[in-house]
């Protein structure tokens, strides 16, 4: 059976009764696991990132960021209410700090987001306490806006024990038939781990179905009480109602698999949704297995992965410390910097111009 995976995300908005009645529903549409985000507005973008538009209005992302920041508090008392319906409590960090607190609070599985695949920081510090853990948490990575040597590298760091892939489109909605589903059994078979799908589309049943046939061990999908309310995800997100008719039929072609076999049940699963959707949809939605940034998402590529961002303005001549520049997504209008894996190379280093805060540290910025 694959692990259903509700991500409610920050959809809770800060609050504890709604992020508990978000859990319920999932749970009661069949959930195993409910995953939220450990959010810290700085530890993910500088606040000269740019605007987001909202059924509210356009404010800063930034700011949107910086409301949806919680105590520990917040965290341990969803687990504990997920616990106490028997299912999964996932969380994704977002940087050093979040990270060290979500592992004190002890998570089923510590969830890496796609634009946190090249944190080298994030990951070196998950590493380095999994090392030390007599007894590995359980890590699922997920791959959206990467190249295959993105994911080689973040596995080299984090090793594969406990560890899953989730196949990922990251545009929001991301095109059902850009989905490359075919990869899921390319990338298990690459790195000798259990692999998923975070489905970004809006189709409920679609994706997450003809992951099932391409060995899909994880199904991830965002939910929402409503399309329309001002989360940051909710415009992609299913309604409870939907996410239960994904798990059904997720189910439903699990039952497939185990009664005609693998390879005659694939068949089946194919055929039947070649024949609500097409044979070419479905052809086009398991794609051809190699790995490749997607056409909706190639924009994205290097502006949602981390890169390193000037924090204040600073002058020539300035030495370069760790105070001074953070590994950010850069998202909306800032200019893209350098890799978060040559950090440690410019500290100590003299700017050779003057510098704008939230601008990406090039390695042209200093003196030889």
Not at 245 to 269: N, P, W
Request: glycine share 6%.
């Amino acid at each position: 059976m694959s692990l259903i995976v509700a991500e409610i995300g920050t959809s809770h908005d800060g609050s504890l009764e709604k992020a508990k009645l978000l859990t319920d529903k999932a749970i009661e549409a069949g959930a195993d696991a409910v995953k939220f985000q450990w959010v810290y507005a700085d530890e993910i973008l500088h606040p000269k990132t740019g605007f987001v538009n909202l059924p509210t209005g356009k404010i800063p992302l930034f700011d949107r960021f910086k409301s949806l920041e919680c105590d520990i508090s917040f965290y341990e008392e969803m687990k504990n209410y997920i616990h106490s319906k028997n299912k999964l409590f996932v969380c994704s960090p977002f940087g050093q700090r979040s990270l060290r607190e979500l592992i004190s609070i002890s998570p089923d599985i510590i969830k890496i987001a796609s634009p946190e695949l090249n944190h080298s920081k994030l990951l070196t510090d998950l590493a380095n306490f999994r090392n030390k853990s007599s007894q590995k948490m359980s890590v699922i990575l997920s791959s959206g806006v990467s190249k295959l040597a993105d994911i080689e590298k973040a596995l080299e760091i984090l090793g594969t024990e406990k560890v899953s892939l989730l196949h990922c489109i990251t545009s929001y909605p991301a095109p059902e038939k850009e989905y490359n589903l075919k990869l899921i059994e390319n990338l298990s078979s690459i790195f000798g781990v259990d692999c998923g799908v975070s489905d970004h589309s809006l189709d409920p049943v679609l994706v997450p179905v003809l992951s099932i046939s391409c060995g899909s061990k994880i199904i991830e999908k965002h939910i929402t009480l409503s399309k329309k309310t001002k989360g940051l995800d909710d415009p992609v997100a299913l309604t409870p109602e939907e996410f239960a008719a994904m798990v059904h039929a997720v189910h439903q072609s699990e039952t497939v698999l185990r009664h005609y076999g693998a390879s005659l049940g694939k068949e089946q699963i194919i055929n039947q949704m070649a024949d609500e959707y097409g044979k070419e949809m479905v052809s086009q939605v398991l794609g051809t297995g190699i790995k490749k940034l997607a056409p909706s998402e190639k924009d994205n590529y290097s502006r949602t992965n981390r890169s390193l961002h000037y924090l204040t303005d600073l002058k020539k001549g300035t030495c370069i410390g760790l105070n001074d520049i953070a590994i950010l997504r850069t998202e909306k209008e800032l200019s893209v910097g350098e890799s978060p894996f040559v950090l440690d190379s410019l500290l100590g280093k003299k700017l050779s111009k003057d510098v704008l805060a939230g601008s990406g540290v090039l390695f042209s910025d200093f003196m030889n």
